[in-house]
């Protein structure tokens, strides 16, 4: 079956149709990921976006349920060079993801490089919608800039993730990966999942808070960075990914959207403290912008925007990369244990 993915400026892209019928309609991204495939389509922080690989073979080597970051697929799409092995294709069909292979990848992300991630249509079968009928859709689709997304991937209501801990920490879900959650456990904390509605009141009880990753523009997030603003100073927190923007926020910085921003495990980060360079697993499409402030503890090497914050008088510290490494390098795997480490009594 022949496919085709549309870009709003009308570049079409070709190729087969490998996962299930229909059509998506999304922004176009991309990922430098070597691995991680199937991580990098159940993150929720993949919201409403048709994803490229820029690995030359995806799904070599398969799939396995405990590899989930959540319990459904959040990427719109799945855009590939060649698909690895059939049990990936499968796993798509059967979780309702389109996804195309044979595409011109190394095309497809120089041009959004170039121009910038845009709106798209991923679509299985050309003859259920020819490219022309396509790009009247693409334009009618709402901007990334502006969504505020994380209503549609936060927890209903509060639960209990680990009950057994030496601190007993809450995550505001914003997005959440599991793996967030694993790590917190791991390092031997009690780990209670909150909504992103979630209050300072109820939040401070806590000996301390992470603030997760998630989708989308934190701009129009006013009510969570309220809460987060609220929460300062009263028990620690820690900020990763769209957690670390809300923090860059309550705090008087500003946030903008990246030109196709930093998706990838292979970004070089300074953490200007040590001098040591970390190589980090990312995936934003929106940033802090650059600042000199002394608060503002990592950069990024590619385009200086910041990457981590430490507000001792607030109790307060993020980072904009993942430190759970889900998937990814382990240069930063110590930032969780550390902070967990230091709750304890």
Avoid at 132 to 146: K, T, W
Wanted: aromatic share 6%; hydrophobic share 40%; proline share 6%.
């Amino acid at each position: 079956m022949t496919g085709y993915l549309l870009l709003e400026d009308g570049s079409v892209f070709r190729g087969r149709s490998v996962g299930a019928p229909g059509a998506a309609f999304g922004e176009a991204v991309f990922t430098t990921a070597m691995t991680g495939y199937q991580e990098t389509v159940t993150d929720p922080s993949y919201t409403e976006q048709l994803v490229c690989f820029t690995a030359p073979m995806v799904g070599n080597y398969g799939v396995a349920e405990e590899r989930g970051e959540s319990d459904r697929p959040h990427a719109k799409a799945v855009l590939m060079r060649r698909l690895g092995a059939q049990g990936w294709a499968d796993w798509l069909a059967e979780h309702g993801l389109l996804a195309l292979d044979e595409i011109d990848t190394r095309a497809l992300v120089l041009r959004l490089r170039d121009e910038g991630a845009m709106r798209a249509a991923a679509v299985a079968d050309e003859r259920e919608m020819p490219v022309e009928d396509g790009l009247e859709e693409i334009r009618a689709q709402p901007l990334m800039e502006g969504q505020a997304l994380v209503a549609r991937v936060s927890a209903p209501q509060r639960y209990a993730f680990s009950d057994e801990g030496d601190v007993r920490v809450a995550v505001v879900d914003y997005g959440t990966k599991r793996s967030i959650l694993r790590r917190l456990a791991r390092a031997g904390a009690a780990v209670t999942v909150f909504p992103h509605t979630a209050q300072p009141d109820e939040l401070a009880e806590f000996d301390g808070v992470v603030l997760s990753n998630g989708p989308g523009d934190p701009e129009p997030l006013r009510d969570e960075v309220e809460s987060v603003r609220g929460l300062l100073g009263r028990t620690p927190v820690l900020g990763i990914c769209l957690g670390h923007q809300l923090l860059g926020l309550a705090t008087g910085h500003r946030t903008f959207k990246l030109p196709f921003g930093h998706r990838g495990a292979n970004h070089p980060v300074l953490d200007r403290q040590t001098g040591r360079v970390l190589v980090t697993s990312q995936n934003h499409g929106f940033a802090v912008e650059p600042t000199e402030e002394v608060g503002a503890t990592h950069v990024s090497l590619y385009d200086g925007t910041v990457e981590g914050f430490d507000f001792p008088e607030l109790r307060a510290r993020s980072v904009q990369f993942h430190p759970e490494a889900g998937p990814g390098p382990h240069d930063a795997w110590p930032i969780l244990e550390r902070w967990v480490e230091e709750l304890k009594p």
